[in-house]
RNA sequence: GGCGACGUAGCCAAGUGGUAAGGCAGGGGUCUGCAAAACCCCUAUGCCCCGGUUCGAAUCCGGGCGUCGCCUCCA
């Protein structure tokens, strides 16, 4: 059995899908009017590690993130820079693709746009108008919230403590200020779309109950987004939907933790997202994404570049481990030591430990322990089936979490390498240990750690794990 | 002001009632020409503080203190 938290009902929750044996997940993707920051990789990579270990448990999964290509924001920035809004969305979602594909999540099954589900959207609000949930007004069309009696539980916060602290919205056409626009009149200067009501743009919620209607039906199984989409928009999409079902949409809410940097949260409007292009200037792809999983998903993460170091450390010990055993032939035996019991129950312990709430962080402790199980073996004699049933297990994890660096070409830089192991062996040989130090000293120069083991010398690449040297500051 | 989350070793971080996972850093040892890697051992009698419930609490309840988030665009 999965279980995940339900941010709904604020307890972890079986995964009963609606269809059996077929998950449907929707996400709420990004706004692209400007570069991707680790705030949206962390979502990106958290979801493929779900979809990854549903397909896993033997789920076909349908995923679902969106693109909002219509939008204030995208708008003003349009008016800033002279450019389109049409190209640039595209220019922010090419990057944004590249980059989660750099951090190895894999594309949704659907990536819609609000610009290509304008018709679902008009269809919607008209709906909720025919069904008196919602009322235009100017050219205009806002949801009534006093007619749904469950708006706040989402989110955690009632009607009456809300208008409190209030900020009062200046538009005089709302009946009252918690109510909030589906669609949105066009200024006489703004880009707008045509409508039953008039040219303007779809409000910001709509049209993820649109989309996930359209794309999934009108229930699915998970909804996902950051923390800081839980008021309002999932608040407000959960009105809308139950206004336009009679039911609930989602079985279950699904949040991410914030990405704060020196404890304060990464937004773009503060202007202080860590940049993913610049990161993967600095640490390979696959420490910034394991980086990610080393917490829940639940717990907020404070970045901090030692840390991303301190972490990419611990991780090039899972990776010594995989130049270890990678060519290692399959074998079945295994003696009856408590090293190979490890080895042989590793699978199902790191599996069971996904199916609670996806808790990436444990299932990084079960591989901790099955690299230490490994050496174990292979110091006690049984070197062939530690090796076989390591380089089992880390692909099983591997599949999952993503840690390994894809294998590179061969390059003439490996060959020059290997030479300079064959000359340092030989002045080992023949006791110039001078010389064989120098050019170890130039083989770690380069990049590699070099590892003398009974068998003969290793090389490993410590650049695809460590931090990247930090160019000199002029 | 309202609502919510969190506070675990030098650092990061699991753990929601049964006697503190894992990683990094550090110390001692084994191995090695040396170094690295690896292995063995050590490093929180205690989980922000004070009370309470319980045979038993990091985990539940109450009260503090602190940090953060949402209430406005935000993953």
Not at 48 to 55: A, E, G, T
Request: aromatic residues 10%; negative net charge; charged residues 25%.
């Amino acid at each position: 059995m999965i279980a995940v938290y339900d941010s709904l009902n604020r307890r972890m929750t079986e995964l009963v899908p609606q269809r059996p044996g077929h998950v449907s997940i929707y996400t709420c993707g990004v706004t692209p009017y400007d570069h991707t920051h680790l705030g949206h990789a962390r979502p990106a990579v958290v979801w493929d590690v779900i979809r990854r270990h549903l397909m896993r448990r033997g789920y076909i999964v349908s995923y679902v993130q969106n693109f909002t290509d219509i939008d204030d924001k995208l708008i003003q920035r349009s008016r800033e820079t002279g450019r389109s809004i049409e190209s640039l969305a595209e220019e922010y979602i090419a990057e944004y693709h590249a980059l989660t594909l750099e951090l190895s999540v894999e594309p949704p099954d659907f990536a819609p746009r609000v610009s290509g589900n304008l018709d679902a959207i008009v269809d919607y609000i008209r709906r909720l108008i025919e069904s008196e949930y919602a009322y235009s007004a100017d050219g205009s069309v806002y949801f009534r919230v006093s007619r749904d009696p469950e708006y706040g539980r989402l989110s955690g916060r009632n009607l009456n403590d809300m208008r409190e602290g209030f900020r009062i919205d200046p538009d005089p056409f709302k009946e009252r200020a918690e109510d909030f626009a589906l669609w949105k009149k066009s200024q006489v200067d703004e880009p707008g779309w045509e409508s039953p009501w008039g040219k303007g743009r779809p409000g910001w919620h709509i049209e993820c109950s649109a989309m996930a209607r359209r794309y999934l039906g009108a229930r699915f199984d998970l909804h996902g987004g950051g923390m800081d989409l839980l008021f309002p928009h999932h608040e407000n999409e959960r009105a809308q939907s139950r206004a336009l079902l009679g039911g609930e949409p989602v079985s279950i809410w699904v949040h991410s933790g914030l990405i704060t940097q020196g404890g304060v949260k990464m937004s773009k409007s503060l202007k202080n997202g860590v940049n993913v292009g610049a990161l993967l200037e600095r640490y390979s792809p696959h420490v910034v994404r394991t980086y990610l999983l080393s917490v829940h998903y639940r717990s907020p993460l404070d970045y901090d570049d030692a840390r991303i170091s301190e972490w990419g450390q611990g991780l090039a010990r899972i990776e010594r481990l995989w130049e270890e055993v990678r060519l290692a032939p399959p074998t079945q035996d295994l003696p009856e030591e408590e090293w190979a019991q490890e080895l042989a129950l590793f699978e199902e312990r790191f599996l069971s430990t996904l199916d609670e709430d996806f808790n990436t962080a444990r299932a990084f402790a079960v591989v901790f322990d099955m690299v230490a199980a490994t050496y174990r073996g292979i110091e006690s004699g049984r070197g062939e089936a530690a090796r076989a049933w390591a380089r089992r297990n880390l692909l099983v994890a591997d599949s999952i979490l993503g840690f390994l660096a894809p294998v590179k070409p061969a390059t003439t830089d490996g060959y020059l390498a290997d030479t300079l192991v064959e000359r340092r062996n030989q002045a080992r040989q023949e006791g110039n240990f001078q010389w064989a130090d120098m050019l170890r000293d130039v083989l770690i120069q380069s990049g590699y750690e070099v590892l003398d083991g009974p068998h003969g010398t290793r090389l490993f690449r410590r650049e695809d794990t460590h931090a990247k040297p930090t160019p000199k500051k002029q």
